[in-house]
């Protein structure tokens, strides 16, 4: 699977917290994330995290993308509702997400039950409705 990272500048220390509790079923999968993010999570944890721009150069507009074109089967995006840009930025990925039916989580407790439903399989829909070529 395909798991997009994404954190609000003030979620972003509980992003790599979440990581380094959940390492051992991130590393079956491959991660992307906004430049600030990937790199926090790369070199915290060593998992290996494609990174594109930071979120305020059209990183969160690259993923956007990779949604859209069914490159994404997993998104954890942690908000900070204080955030200046957190109506847009969430909007944009939170419809996209519903639009192609990719499963979403905007804070911990929802990227936790995402997770072991990850784990568990639960998520295996996804190759079967949206197959990768």
Same mark, same amino acid.
């Given at each position: ?8 500048? %003030?979620?972003? @220390? ?5 990581? &380094?509790?959940?390492?051992? &079923?991130? =590393? ?7 430049? $600030?993010? $990937? ?14 721009? =930071?979120?305020?150069? $059209?990183?969160?507009?690259? &993923?956007? +993308?990779?949604?859209?074109?069914? @490159? &994404? ?9 204080? +955030?200046?840009r957190? @109506? =847009?930025?969430l ?15 905007? %804070?911990?407790?929802?990227? @936790?039950?995402?997770?072991? $439903?990850?784990q ?9 409705? %949206?197959?990768?070529?």
């Amino acid at each position: 699977m395909n798991i997009a990272l994404l954190a609000h500048q %003030n979620k972003k @220390e509980l992003m790599v917290q979440f990581c &380094i509790a959940y390492c051992g &079923i991130l =590393s079956a999968h491959k991660l992307c994330a906004t430049h $600030g993010v $990937g790199r926090l999570v790369q070199d915290t944890t060593g998992l290996p995290v494609t990174q594109y721009l =930071s979120a305020d150069q $059209g990183g969160v507009q690259q &993923i956007a +993308a990779r949604i859209a074109y069914n @490159e &994404i089967d997993l998104v954890l995006f942690f908000c900070d509702t204080a +955030a200046p840009r957190y @109506e =847009s930025d969430l909007a944009q990925i939170c419809r996209l997400c519903d639009q192609y039916t990719v499963p979403f989580a905007s %804070n911990v407790a929802t990227a @936790e039950v995402l997770i072991h $439903g990850l784990q568990r399989g639960d998520m295996d829909w996804r190759d079967i409705v %949206n197959p990768k070529k």
